[in-house]
Every structure is written in C-alpha cells, then in structure tokens.
DNA sequence: CGTGTTTATGAAAATATTTTCAAGCATTTT
DNA sequence: AAAATGCTTGAAAATATTTTCATAAACACG
C-alpha cells in the first residue's frame, strides 16, 4: 500500500507539502495541489490512521457507548449517530454496557486507550465520576451523553423530553375518562425512568386526582420486569383502569401480563406505551404510544460531538432537548365508547 | 499517560524487554517480568495503539459489517460478536451496509484502511469481488461471513442451516392438516432467502403436494415489502390456508395484512414465521417461529475469526452451520381442532 | 580451562505521519 | 540596489511501539 512518501516522490515535492495538501493544513501552491492530487489518485493513497493517530494522539473513531443493545430504540440512535459519522468520515467503536456500570467503566477505559476522538454515551450511573472525566477532559477527548442526563458537570447532553412526553400520555388517558392509572417506569436512578413517572405524578395533580403511590411501580428496563410489575398491578382491589408503561420493553411484558389475564385492550384497560418497537405498527395491537425521535436523537448527539472536534475546546456546555409526539391508537380509545360496546 | 519507555527506565529495564513482557514474545527472567509489571501496574500503563497498529501493520479491532442495523436478529448476533471480542481485548468497529452494495463497498474500503485485524460481514451480494479479496488476503486480513454465503472461494461462513428450518416449518404445517400454503422470503440473490424458499419446496415435494409457483413471492427483506406480497396472497381465488414467512420483518407486514383482511391466525390462516422477535413472546400473538440461535452465531464466527488471528495463515477454508429450532406455538394449531372450534 | 552454545538483555532501526523551524524565492519598500 | 517582507517549500524531529541484530553472561562439554 502506497504511502505518504511515494506520493510525494511521484509528484515531485517533499513529504511535508502532501501532508499539508491532505489536512489542508497551510497554503500550497494550486498547480502543486493539483500535481499531489494527481499523484494521490493514482496511488490509491489512504493515509495510515495508525500513523495519523500516533503523530496526533487522536484517531478518526467515536466511541459510541449503548447500554442496552437490544432495545429497538438505541438501534435507531445507533444509526442516526452512524450516519452522521459516515458522513464526517468518522469510523465507529461500539459497545454495550448493558446497563451494567462495570462494563461502563471497562469500556470507557477502552475508548480511552484507543484515543478515539470523542465518545457518545447513553450512562447507565447517574455520573461517570472526576478520575474518568479528567483523563478525557486533560486529552480533550468531548463526551456527549445522550438519551439519559448525568450530574457531572460540562458534559453535554442530548435528551427527549421524558417529562413532558409522560404528562401528555397520561393527561391524554384522562381526557379519555380514566381515572385509575397506573404506571410501571425504569430505574429511578436514571433520568428517563425518574422523568417519566415525575411527568406521570404531574399530570395527575394537573388533574386534580389523588396520587396513590400504589399505582406506581419501577424497576429494570426489560420485559420480564414489566410482567411482574404489571401482574401485581393487576392484583390491586379497586381496579386500575389504564395502565402507563414507561419504556418499551416494559410494554412487552405488560401486554403479556395483560393477556395471562384475560384482559383486552383497551375494554378492559386502557393503555399507553413509550417507545417505538416493530410491534407497534401491527394493527391488531394499535397500542398509543410516545414517540422518540431516535434517529435524530443519535444525529444531533453526533453533530454535537462534531462542534466539539472541529472547535476544541471552545463548545460550553449544551443541553439539546427534543420534544416527543403521543401517537394516538386504539388502545386508549376514549372510555364512554367501549362502555357502550359492552352494553351493545 | 505513560509510555513503554517511562515504564523501562522505573523498572530499570530496556524498552525491547518491557515489549518482550507485554507480548510474551521472548523469555525474560521471572523477578524481571515481576518488576516490569509491578511498574505497569504502578504507572497504570496502557500500550499506545496507535503506536503498536503502525508497527505492526495491524490494530486490535475488529470490522463488523451488518446488513441491517435494524433488525432485531442482528442485535443478537452483534451481541455474540461483542462478547467473545471483549474476552479477547478487541474492540468492535460496528458499520451497517443497510443491504446496499455500494455502501458494503464503502465499508469495506474504510475497514481495511482502518487495518483492522478481521471482519465479520453479513454479505449483501453473493460475491465480494477479486480485488477487495485481494486486498485482504494480501495483507492477511482473515473475512468470516456470517449468517450468509458467499460464491468467493477461501471465505470462512458461519451459517444457519436455511433449508431444514423452512422444510421443518413447513412439514410441521402440514403435519398439522394445511395443505394450500404460501411462502413469502427474502431476496433470491441472497442465500438466507433462495435457501428457505427451497426448504419450502422440498417439504411440499416430499408431502406429494403439487407445487403451486403462485404461492411464492419474495421481495426485501421489510415490513412493507411483507404487507404487499401477503395482500397478494390473501386475494388468489382458492383461497391459501397456511402461510411461511421467511424473515422476522416480512413477518411483521404479513401479521398487518392478515389483521387488515379481517383474518384471525390460526383459526382462518395458519402461520409461521422465521427469526425470533421481541413480540413472538408475546402470548397474544403465539406465533410458531423458527427459531436461530443469533447469539452463537456471532459468537462462533468471532471465535472462528480469532482462530485465525492467532495462528494467521494456517487456516483451512471451514464452513460451520448450526441448527435452527421449530418453536411450536398457537399459530399453527392443527387444522381440526379449530374447525372443530368453528362448528361448536 | 577453553571453546561452543544457549539465554537474557539492550541498542537501534523501522513503521507513516504531523509539525516546527529554517530557508529559498519573489515581491515590495526604502 | 539593498533590505525587508511574505509566501511557499523542504529537512528533520517527534510520536510509541515492535523487532532485528548484536552482545554479554551463563552454561555445557570435552
């Protein structure tokens, strides 16, 4: 493979002027620009990230790290953040932290190690801690989070707005004539499953309806988890009357909760999800559901990254908030309709 | 941040043996290496990366090429691929073809100028071609593909056996007294859809039923691409009783056009589906699926990759397929127990 | 005890790039 | 015309590691 010094010895100059053509790193005569150019293209002349990296101490790789690969919704981030990096011609390390804060910090140390230029992550803790922060921020390596907020200062985030998408799920339940909802929600440790039930509490009292911490469960991030929460939600003695899960995967369990109990939806319970999945297209569930702009989530965190990389150093931090859509399907139908269904 | 000479001179050793200590090399004295490694450990070295890539000619991470980011199947797989990567100190450059060649093409220049020590690619055509094979092989980078062939001779495969998981389905359907099905796969220019298809046929030659090509359709591997060839299916005059679905996503759109006809599952039209999905656990649906073992498959390939990373060269060509699994659920109960159903 | 052999270690080269510093050349100024 | 300025270019240093080659010490064997 063709390198640095063979293109300058085709097009006649020295090792330093192709170096500058490449980074555009100072003025170069324009017929000499041209002649290296040439003689690039000819070459089929990449240049050595290895070597770039070493002379630099930066590669051209974010670091993207995911904590929980499974869920539909960061595949979504994953591809907005790639596209974006494709088109910056940036390479990708991901990792999975799979909500384990351990796994976090390996993988963090590895990005480190392997000088990427910037790290986009989705935290599983609520902060990454000074020792981390400082070994990137003293190599100016950006750290955008997104999804989910941390405590640490001067990093930036991207985030929806989980309160509001959870005040207008709920309010939107209301106005359809529920009154007893529940909500099973994530973590309360992590943003998106405090925000959530905070946004759920506030559309409550907005209502004038009488909070009853009954109603309110949480717990990890995955079906099985929805499935028990949902279950003893379902045991309770007055009756809920719609339920609100507050992720995904917790969804899935609940349906299925749901459905071990003979319950439809919504004439028996209503129902409001968060989150898209491939499910939620499928007609015959038609669930209501919040919205997230998950690729744009993972594109404006990548352009954001990219501020940084171009202006180091210069970037205050920056909170980007983007706003949810409540997508209104079958399943929280308003309350009077199937009541006169069942009397049909 | 240290570096191998700093680590030398605090254990008041050379550089060359610091590098002997941490490649094992060479032999060096016992209480040397001690020493060497209590200073590593004191200055909390990490090898510089960029500085072994250069000289080796080749980086401690691993290309994963993936045709479709999207697809739950390949979560899980991408997941199996992680795991054994992290057990052995690689990282994962994660890149999606999204079942483009160009964009395959793209990814596989930017793969090797990256020096990647492997890749891992869900092909998207049946051929990568001589020249970027060549580039590869030339500097003994190993390819493993995964989950699809390839006609280039000297590519490792780590596959699924397609043909018995579409013939096993469909023996099962007509086990169960369906005897007008249709299937629905994938591309015929890629082997995870001409291979299930064939499975379909060969189970309907070996039941002695009359091979219908109006029964067939195939298209991309999506959920609209599924709704439209199953509305074809639901219009033909004899009306199909059974139908396959040979991906996870065609499966999607099938379920909507099926819902949309009015048509419930199994009691009007037997299903099966391929690949799992969040949802097939859903008990309301209780799709009966074919099964394959997405996890392994990542994991396996990576081991097979790292087979040849540690002994480079001496690797014979080796095609590993594992089995698929019929998950038996609701969607293809036998055809009398429901029409006995029917008539009660 | 001397010679050949093995073993452990160090010095230095090599890897491909960026960047600093110096210098060449042309143009402008005095 | 000499000096000064500005622009373009090249030489060489620097980056952190692996690896080759040389060497010194230790060891074996006659």
Redesign the pocket.
């Known amino acids: 493979m063709a ?3 063979q293109v300058a010895k085709h097009s ?6 192709v ?2 053509v ?2 555009n ?5 324009e017929d ?1 620009r041209r002649r290296v150019e040439a003689s690039i293209l000819a070459l089929n ?4 990230p290895a ?2 990296s ?4 930066r590669s051209r790789i974010i670091g993207l790290l995911i904590s929980d690969i499974q869920n539909p919704f960061f595949m979504r981030l994953i591809q907005g953040v790639e596209e974006e990096a494709l088109r910056h011609e940036y390479s990708l390390i991901l990792c999975n932290s799979n909500e384990n804060p351990q796994r976090e910090q390996q993988y963090l140390d590895v990005l480190y190690s392997e000088r990427v230029a910037g790290a986009i992550i989705v935290p599983v803790r609520e902060r990454f801690g000074e020792a981390t922060l400082n070994k990137f921020r003293e190599r100016q390596i950006p750290i955008v989070t997104v999804d989910r907020r941390v405590k640490d200062k001067d990093v930036d985030a991207v985030l929806v707005d989980n309160l509001r998408g959870a005040r207008e799920a709920i309010a939107h339940l209301i106005a359809s004539g529920y009154c007893r909802i529940a909500a099973i929600t994530g973590p309360l440790t992590v943003t998106t499953g405090r925000d959530r039930l905070e946004g759920y509490r506030q559309a409550l009292q907005e209502a004038g309806i009488q909070h009853d911490p009954a109603l309110e469960r949480s717990g990890t991030f995955d079906a099985a988890t929805g499935r028990k929460l949902t279950e003893e939600l379902l045991e309770l003695d007055p009756p809920i009357d719609a339920l609100f899960s507050g992720n995904n995967l917790l969804t899935l369990g609940a349906l299925d909760a749901i459905h071990a109990h003979n319950l439809r939806v919504p004439d028996d319970i209503g129902m409001v999800g968060y989150d898209e999945t491939y499910w939620s297209s499928l007609s015959s569930l038609s669930l209501t559901t919040v919205m997230q702009p998950a690729y744009e989530l993972g594109r404006v965190a990548a352009l954001r990254l990219f501020q940084h990389l171009q202006n180091p150093g210069k970037q205050a931090r920056q909170e980007v908030v983007l706003a949810p859509s409540l997508e209104i399907r079958g399943s929280s139908l308003p309350k009077e309709i199937h009541q006169l269904k069942v009397k049909a």
């Not at 006649?12 to 002027?17: P, Q």
């Not at 002349?45 to 050595?48: E, F, I, T, V």
């Open positions: 390198n640095i010094q006649g100059v020295s090792i330093s002027t170096s500058r490449l980074n790193t100072a003025k170069v005569n000499v002349y990449q240049p050595n070597a770039r070493l002379r630099t101490n």
